[in-house]
Structures are given as C-alpha cells and as structure tokens.
C-alpha cells in the first residue's frame, strides 16, 4: 500500500473504526477543535483527562459533544499525564495524545519504569508531510526527540521507521539515509554510519524494507536529482521516509516543507502504542491528521 496524500490517511484510519484517546490535559481549544475534527470523521471517542470544571466550560464554549468523556484528575500536569498514560496501559484507551501540557512531562510518565508504558529502547519522532510535486505522503525523522544520535540510535529509529510503515501496510517501505553528500567520506561518522546501515539492511536486519544512502535531500525527493546525478538506487526520489542524522537537519528540513506549502503531521513511535505529541500551536488540522495516523497504525480491532 502507498498513500498518496492525507486524505487517504484518513480514509485508512476510518476503516479501523471509532478508538478511544486519552488526552492528557485537555483544557485547551485548539487541542478540543482538533478533537471535533476527528470526532467528525468518525476516527476518536475522546477521553479528556484533567480539570473537569475547566474543560467542561470549553466543550460548553465551542458547542462540543456532551457526550465526551471526561476524567477529572486532582493534581499536577504529571499527575494528569500519568493517569492518561495509566489508562492506556490497563487497556481502557488506545491511543494517547498530548495536550495542553509539556513534552517531556507527558515522556516522564512514558518511559516510568514502574508505571510508564513498554516501549522500545528509543523513542522517535516522524513527521508525516505531504508537498506538492511529490507523488505521496513521506515521513521525516527525527526532528522531535533525540538530538544528535548515535551510531546505536539512527540503527533504532530506522527501526522504529521500518515498523511503524509496516502498521501503516507497507509491505516494503523505502527509506533514505539524509547526509550532506552521496558518497561515504573517509573519516566522517555521518557518512560511515549510513554505509553501515545500508549493509545492514541488505542483510535483513531490519526486516522488510529498502534502505539506502548517503543520499543529500534532492536525491531522496527529485527525479530530475537522480536523472542528473546518474543514480540507480529505487529508493532515490521514491522515499517513503527520510531518516536525518541530527534532530536539527530533519526539523529544519520539514519545516522548510511546511512553509513552502506542504502539509504536516507528527506521530511518536516505540511505545506500546503511537503517541500523538504536538506543538502547542499546531493547527486543528495537523491535530487531525496525525490522530489518523496514530489510529491508522493500530491496526483493525478484533
């Protein structure tokens, strides 16, 4: 399967059915408008975790189902994001979103060794973007949680990568190795990292999945860039995700996308479920889209 734009996402995650997500500080409007999208697609029943009385004032306020549910929780924003992360851990919710509250706040209670959620040794972020001139959705990561990975890390999150296109439906996804450069530098670990990986995919490590670089950020987009740079790899300019080498060449890039006009949507991936954790200003729409994400990952219900 590949998608080509949002819509489809969306279409995907329509067919898995109604899930329950619970929103870890939900006493914000945008957070709520992104909700109501979903809510009308058909995707979410919200459960709302926080100060009832504040959150009941703004489903009242902007005219929102009565019939969400809401969690009132006593305490601080850990305290609120431990009781959603407590929610999905005891199965009562399937999904879990970030709210009004501070990233590494809802993470701490993710990654509790007593209470968290089970999750892989690394956490990432993928970016999901849709770009006009480009035939089909692609993810970037990561631009959200690790900074400046490791040699042991990039071999996670492309991990992470291979599995999470692999809940989507992609029985094969393509994947680049962003680098400044096509060709391995002696004595520069950017380079020599992906040259490792590369092999390593060729070997089924990683499962599933077509894996290659170097490759600099037109090869991995543009046919006119491999036509010019005489490439013969099927990953260049047919990427179904990039994998950057440090969280500022991947958020920049995106972002890049973005404000050229594309479309954007963010998921963490390698806990036991898709985490949707956005910034504070993201728009009702990008809410949307990366809640149909997570719920197009999970799968179809039993």
Known sequence: ????NFDELI???KVRGRRRVAVALAEDELVLKGMKLAWDEELVSPV?????????????????????????VDGDDATVAMQAVQ?????????????????????????NKKEGMEHASILSHI??????GYKKLFGTTDGGLNLAPSFDQKVKIVQNTVNAFH????????I?????????????PETGDWAKITEMAKAGEFGEATIDGPFGFDLCLSQ????????????????????APNITACNASTKALVLRGGLGAGIVVGAAVPIVALSRGDSPRTRLCSIATGIAMLGHKD
């Open 87 to 111: 929610s999905v851990k005891r199965g009562e919710t399937e999904l879990l979103m970030k709210g009004q509250m501070h990233t590494a706040t809802l993470f701490s209670a993710v990654l």
């Open 224 to 243: 006119e860039a491999k036509e010019i740079k005489n490439c013969k790899s099927e990953v260049a300019a047919d990427v179904d995700a990039i994998v």
């Open 167 to 174: 809940h989507l439906g992609y029985v094969s996804p393509k």
């Open 176 to 188: 680049g190795l962003l680098s400044y450069v096509e060709k391995v530098k002696a004595n520069d």
């Open 127 to 132: 970016a999901f973007v849709e770009v006009p």
């Open 1 to 4: 399967m590949i998608l080509r």
């Open 48 to 72: 709302l975790f926080g100060n009832e009385r504040r959150i009941s004032a703004l489903i009242k306020k902007l005219g929102l189902p009565e019939e969400w549910e809401i969690m009132h």
């Open 11 to 13: 279409g995907v995650a």
